[in-house]
């Protein structure tokens, strides 16, 4: 089978890129450990008394933890506003499924993705995650395949 699909990397695809990736990661306390962190620091430094600088140091690592604290509550607007103003926004990527694996063509990237190189597959409620051998990972949402090429496409992830 060789079937090929297209889609334009925008705010949407971007969102849904972002929660879907969320979804397998539960969330834990610890992504608030550097806020902590960075307020004891400056309560440390705002209670020391070094020749008037403790004070600014202070009051420096306070404002740090509160925007350590805002990176955490906005982590996807942050995120996604970041991937919108990136070269690649905008552009339209095109995949195409082949026996062997998957290939992503864009303007800036030129991907060939073996079967034999996911090391495991982890599916999303509107798509799946393929983790790859060589390190990272890759999105794919079932809004941009057919039925029949997204089905041949997990039996080929299944094998």
């Not at 925007?67 to 990527?93: C, E, H, I, P, T």
């Not at 030129?110 to 990972?137: F, H, P, Q």
């Not at 079932?142 to 039925?147: D, I, L, V, Y």
Request: glycine content about 6%.
């Amino acid at each position: 089978m060789n079937y090929q699909t297209s889609f334009t990397l925008n705010k949407a695809h971007y969102n849904e890129c972002f929660e879907q990736s969320q979804s397998i990661t539960p969330k834990s306390n610890r992504r608030y450990f550097k806020t902590g962190a960075l307020a004891l620091l400056g309560f440390f430094f705002y209670l020391t008394k070094i020749d008037g600088l403790s004070a600014h140091l202070g009051a420096f690592f306070f404002i740090l933890a509160f925007v350590d604290a805002l990176s955490v509550l906005y982590a996807q607007a942050w995120w996604v506003n970041r991937q919108m103003f990136s070269k690649a926004a905008g552009n339209k990527v095109q995949i195409e499924i082949s026996e062997t694996g998957l290939e992503i063509k864009s303007d800036f990237v030129n991907k060939v993705i073996n079967y034999a190189d996911i090391s495991s597959v982890k599916s999303t409620e509107k798509g799946i995650i393929l983790m790859l051998s060589t390190g990272g990972n890759s999105y794919l949402s079932k809004n941009h395949f057919s039925a029949e090429a997204w089905q041949f496409l997990l039996a080929k992830l299944a094998e």
